[in-house]
């Protein structure tokens, strides 16, 4: 990694439907749980840990039960300092943390996250929020299309579908970490990778650099000071926010 102390790891997954019984079909269709015949599970996870290239793979084992994968992952995302997901509160770890508690696979209760289709909603207007049409916008990339048709190959066991599955779901990874990165200066953090690295707390929280200037002080309605300081290292440029306290300590050393 590029900085041993920043442990951000970008992850996505891919998950299978219910198999139910049906003895009808439409948009209205309503059905029990008693329906069910097989559970739906996670197919596969894809992570990368930033700073390095490679974008790992876990899959479901030959009888299509996802309890080895999650255990490996849960040791993974028990290493990270922040996960990234887009969707990854709402989806991605409620999927995983219902499949462990099935499997009875021990996990953190909570994790540091940050979801970057919180962060689209919240702070921006995009026309849509989809991973797919941010990564477009911005012009870092693109999800590869695919339909139905490979989730249900997958289920009869088709090896050309499950690599094409993998494949599909690495490409989020990293559509996820471009996406990450073009909103990285506007958003604000949720770690403070300064703090990770051990060094004063006036280092960039973002790329853990020294090297910042003052870009603004700001009086709160209380008479608190606060220094807005920005990062000048060109990769990052990330704004944040210190206390007077915290910058005299900086000028002192």
């Not at 891919?14 to 097989?38: A, C, Q, R, T």
């Amino acid at each position: 990694m590029a900085n041993k102390a920043v442990k951000r790891l970008y992850f996505d997954i891919e998950v299978s439907p219910n198999l139910v019984y049906s003895w009808s079909v439409g948009h209205k269709i309503s059905l029990d749980y008693n329906s069910i015949v097989k559970e739906r599970a996670v197919i596969c996870i894809c992570y990368k840990w930033e700073g390095e290239s490679t974008v790992h793979s876990l899959q479901w084992d030959a009888k299509q039960n996802d309890k080895r994968m999650l255990k490996e992952f849960i040791e993974v995302a028990n290493e990270a300092d922040e996960l990234v997901g887009h969707n990854g509160d709402n989806f991605d770890l409620k999927w995983i943390r219902t499949r462990c508690a099935f499997h009875g696979i021990p996990m953190f209760p909570s994790y540091t996250t940050l979801d970057t289709l919180k962060k689209a909603r919240g702070g921006f207007r995009f026309n849509s929020n989809r991973l797919d049409y941010i990564a477009q916008f911005f012009g870092v990339g693109k999800k590869i299309k695919t339909s139905f048709s490979l989730w249900k190959d997958v289920l009869k066991d088709d090896e050309i579908a499950m690599a094409k599955m993998i494949r599909y779901c690495k490409m989020d990874v990293k559509v996820l970490e471009a996406v990450y990165k073009k909103l990285s200066p506007y958003i604000t953090n949720h770690v403070h990778h300064g703090a990770l690295a051990q060094r004063e707390k006036y280092t960039c929280p973002e790329c853990a650099g020294n090297h910042t200037t003052v870009s603004k002080r700001r009086v709160t309605a209380s008479g608190i000071i606060k220094v807005q300081m920005q990062c000048q290292n060109k990769s990052c440029g990330k704004y944040f926010t210190i206390n007077q306290a915290t910058y005299n300590k900086m000028m002192e050393a």
